[in-house]
């Protein structure tokens, strides 16, 4: 099993920054890409979630095109750690952000944490 232990959310004003991340660990055989996706209360019936950022193990980023420009995504293979840096938030970026690691073994999630950021 893998287990990941996400840290870094919190309440922020509008125009401020949080720092999210993801830590991995247990039966780690080769990670693939790691993740952040997100899931607003709209969400929460449908259980959608929507992809936020993405790297793979060679460092190519994907980002949604609603947060290109303000947060990056980044990660340290040495500590299996996944790391989102959210500038200028929003309050449309309030939502319960989860991590993600996908494995040669397996597809992987963390609990979840809350940003909320006020108006």
């Known amino acids: 099993q893998v287990q990941l232990v996400e840290s870094g959310g919190g309440l922020v004003q509008a125009g401020g920054s949080l720092r999210l991340s993801c830590a991995a660990s247990?039966?780690?055989?080769?990670?693939?890409?790691m993740g952040w996706y997100r899931q607003n209360l709209r969400q929460v019936l449908g259980k959608q979630r929507d992809?936020?950022?993405?790297?793979?193990?060679?460092?190519?980023?994907n980002y949604a095109g609603s947060v290109k420009g303000r947060f990056t995504i980044s990660r340290d293979n040495a500590k299996n750690t996944v790391y989102l840096q959210m500038n200028s938030l929003k309050p449309e970026d309030t939502a319960v952000y989860y991590c993600?690691?996908?494995?040669?073994?397996?597809?992987?999630w963390g609990q979840g944490t809350q940003v909320t950021v006020s108006s």
């Open positions: 993600y690691v996908r494995t040669t073994a397996s597809q992987n």
């Open positions: 247990g039966s780690i055989f080769s990670i693939n890409a």
């Open positions: 992809m936020v950022a993405t790297i793979t193990s060679g460092g190519t980023t």
